[in-house]
């Protein structure tokens, strides 16, 4: 079985084949295989639990696809590696049915915004590799401006995007978030889709459809429940400290005097960030639920 078929079967809905050299300066010679897995999208939650981006668990499944494949193709005497450290968006642009939106993010035909990439250096070149544009498309976006309206915090303006004021940018980073940041962050414990969902360029969102996290839980256990969520969305977005860090302020984000004895509780924790953190969500708490 050709190395495309070997990734449709084991669950992307597209496989782009495209000369490595030219699409990134980091490679002489072979084939770049990028390979797209499609998710669906959910309602954000703007309240109660814990809420994980789906993008997360796509991602996670995709990687788990893609070694799988890797590991068939070696055994065949091929040699193919997994790349975390190509840039996509540039090699996306030079691609006729993609385009970026003003939220900078790329969208596809039959996904839009709604995709993960994984991407894989295999080194001799194929047969029937797509062309690249030699340069990057316009943007399609029109005069439309919603994604800039419905960002929570403004990191998307006429000028640009503005990475310091993304939510996204905050959340398990280990730094410690501007009080404006941490306000709007709700019950996301990883991701935000404001910019995604109110686009045109996405099919509309009907439901939630993977668990809630119980914050009371995550405050409480947050090794064991980082430990529980690894398999599904890998390690780096499930440090345990980061993960109490970011339910801290999620619980910041509510008037659940319930979580006061809990975060009360962190303010001798070992970590800078969660006691940083649990101090304000005490406060944020207790001024809601006045
Ligand atoms: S919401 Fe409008 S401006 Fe933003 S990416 Fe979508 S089409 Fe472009
Ligand atoms: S992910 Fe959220 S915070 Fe970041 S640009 Fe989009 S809407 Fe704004």
Redesign the pocket.
Known sequence: MDITARLMKAGFFRVLAVDAAQASDAFTHGTLLIALWRYDAEITPTHGEGWIHPYYFASQRAYEAAAGVVQKVEEDGRVIRLRDDVRLKPIFARLPDFCQ???T?S?VEGAG?RFHAQTLWLAETLDDLTPLLDRPQE????S?????E?CPTGA?QEDGFHRERCLRNWMMSGQLAPDFIREKMGVRLIGCDD?QR?????APVKEIVHERIPLAELLERPKETAMALRPLIGVNLTLPNRILSQACVMAGSTSREDLLPQLERLSDHPSPNVRAYSAWAVGSVASKAK
């Open positions: 939106g003003r939220n993010l969208y915004s943007r399609r976006c029109g439309c401006r919603r994604c800039m419905a998307i910019c109110c686009c045109p360029l996405n």
